[in-house]
């Protein structure tokens, strides 16, 4: 495992999930880093400067030396590659397994309860179809989860990393997770790992 030899710079917005992942990973790691805020209401992703670094416009990047990443699943594969290889295994089959969850990250997690927050608390308004595709997909995870202590197994990967985020804050968008104990159990062993950080609840709005 490569150690870093300057902190790294991590481009956040506080209430994205998709950035949160990355900082919680970052975290678990122990691995010296600094938080810069971009105001996504004011429109900071969209500058020239941001830009440079992402073209599409988007939270979260990384600065590790030399090295400009985006895309928060790629920064985790990153991450664990360089600095941290026990959250990403060697063994085809396991490695395989992890980037299912990826997939389902940027799937059907990105599109109900990811969506159905993003309505709720950047918006104000409530998104009946994403709160179904979130429900249809906790009712597979409850099933998952309850056979295994983490996302693909007995030992936490950058998989269990990818997925916490929107899923813990699934209620934020409407969806209840009181329906689904082996998830919530799931939920609070990624909170009991060292280097756990929480991220900040949404301030509530009143849906449309």
Same mark, same amino acid.
């Given at each position: 495992?490569t150690?870093?030899s300057?902190?790294i710079?991590l ?14 990973f970052?975290?678990l790691?122990n691995?010296p ?9 004011k429109g900071e ?5 941001f830009?440079e670094?992402n073209?599409f416009?988007q ?8 090295v ?11 991450l664990?590659?360089?600095y ?6 060697e @063994?085809?089959?396991? &490695?395989? =397994? !992890?980037?299912?969850?990826?997939? $389902?990250?940027?799937? #059907?997690? /990105?599109?109900?309860? %990811? ?7 950047f918006?104000?308004?409530?998104? @009946?179809?994403?709160? &179904?595709? =979130? !429900?249809?997909?906790f009712?597979? $995870?409850?099933?998952? #989860?309850? /056979?295994?202590?983490y %996302?693909i ?7 269990d ?5 929107y ?6 968008g ?10 919530r159990a799931?939920? %609070?062993r990624i909170?009991a790992?060292?280097?756990?950080i929480r991220?900040?609840a949404a301030?509530?709005q009143?849906?449309a």
């Amino acid at each position: 495992m490569t150690q870093s030899s300057a902190s790294i710079r991590l481009h956040s917005f506080a209430l994205s999930g998709h950035a949160h992942r990355v900082q919680l990973f970052l975290s678990l790691l122990n691995l010296p880093h600094e938080v810069i805020d971009v105001d996504l209401r004011k429109g900071e992703h969209k500058q020239p400067g941001f830009l440079e670094k992402n073209p599409f416009g988007q939270v979260p990047v990384i600065e590790d030396g030399d090295v400009t990443l985006y895309d928060s699943n790629a920064i985790l594969v990153y991450l664990a590659k360089r600095y941290g290889s026990q959250w990403l295994p060697e @063994d085809p089959s396991e &490695a395989a =397994a !992890v980037q299912q969850w990826l997939s $389902l990250t940027a799937g #059907l997690i /990105a599109y109900g309860p %990811a969506a159905a927050r993003k309505a709720v608390v950047f918006a104000g308004t409530s998104d @009946d179809k994403a709160k &179904a595709v =979130a !429900v249809a997909l906790f009712d597979v $995870l409850e099933r998952l #989860l309850a /056979a295994r202590r983490y %996302a693909i197994g007995q030992k936490p990967t950058i998989a269990d990393v990818a997925a916490y985020s929107y899923l813990a804050h699934a209620p934020e968008g409407g969806v209840s997770l009181d329906p689904y104990p082996a998830v919530r159990a799931w939920l %609070a062993r990624i909170e009991a790992l060292p280097g756990f950080i929480r991220m900040p609840a949404a301030p509530v709005q009143k849906t449309a």
